[in-house]
């Protein structure tokens, strides 16, 4: 089975630039979540979608959205970069909304300049 | 609302003798509680989880944790460190059900020294 895919592995933007970032859940599953890892800080949770809708936000300002696709997959958009945005962002999706466990995956490493 | 608090930001053990990573957690609802690793540079694995079934829960690679609700905490522990278990842990604790967002601990890093 494969497991949760995230592109790019690598991103290194300019600060005012856009970001997006790609995940594609594992098969069957319906709800993707993504969370920023920077350093410090911990795991802090961004977004929640579940059968295409948003569930559920983080203390994150709007400049970060998202969206989820018929297939399940995802994107994460951050528009206007700030330094301070350079983190790793990880997503990870569940089979149901019950929260019995995330699979996560190897994260996108984004670097603002 | 949730809370949940990992005691030890480092740990550090010898190979060979057991790990004791600490997880104390608060919850209105009957939660769900979780444990995952991270390697360097990866992302994270779920090692093993509690959804009130049996209190004593055995995950991968050795692991194992156990839900006391008295005490609010879910410590994990292997009996044998071995150096491929240095990583950062993390303690996580969701409501059972609804649209509650899971929160996650700090971490934990784990050093296993040879």
């Known amino acids: 089975e494969a497991g949760v895919t995230q592109s790019p592995t690598h991103l290194i933007k300019t600060r005012g630039q856009q970001a997006t970032l790609r995940c594609s859940p594992i098969s069957g599953h319906t709800s993707v979540y993504w969370y920023q890892q920077a350093l410090g800080l911990g795991l802090q949770f961004l977004l929640w979608?579940?059968?295409?809708?948003?569930?559920n936000r983080g203390n994150f300002p709007p400049r970060f959205s998202g969206r989820q696709f018929p297939n399940y997959s995802s994107e994460l958009n951050v528009n206007a970069l700030e330094l301070e945005d350079s983190a790793l962002y990880l997503c990870?999706?569940?089979?149901?909304?019950?929260?019995?466990?995330?699979?996560f995956g190897s994260g996108t490493r984004l670097t603002v300049v | 609302a949730q809370s949940v608090t990992q005691l030890d930001s480092h740990v550090s053990v010898s190979e060979g003798t057991p790990v004791l990573l600490r997880c104390n957690y608060s919850?209105?609802?009957?939660?769900?509680l979780f444990w995952y690793v991270q390697h360097p540079n990866k992302g994270l694995q779920l090692l093993l989880k509690?959804?009130?079934?049996?209190?004593l829960v055995k995950g991968i690679n050795g692991f194992e944790a156990e839900f006391k609700k008295s005490e609010t905490s879910f410590h994990l522990t292997k009996p044998s460190a071995h150096m491929s278990d240095a990583a950062e842990y993390f303690c996580?604790?969701?409501?059972?059900?609804?649209?509650?967002?899971?929160?996650f601990g700090i971490g934990t890093k784990l050093q296993v020294i040879p």
């Open positions: 990870a999706s569940s089979w149901d909304r019950r929260n019995y466990g995330y699979t």
């Open positions: 996580v604790v969701s409501p059972s059900g609804g649209y509650q967002k899971v929160t």
């Open positions: 509690y959804t009130s079934a049996a209190t």
């Open positions: 979608y579940d059968e295409g809708e948003e569930r």
């Open positions: 919850s209105s609802y009957s939660p769900s």
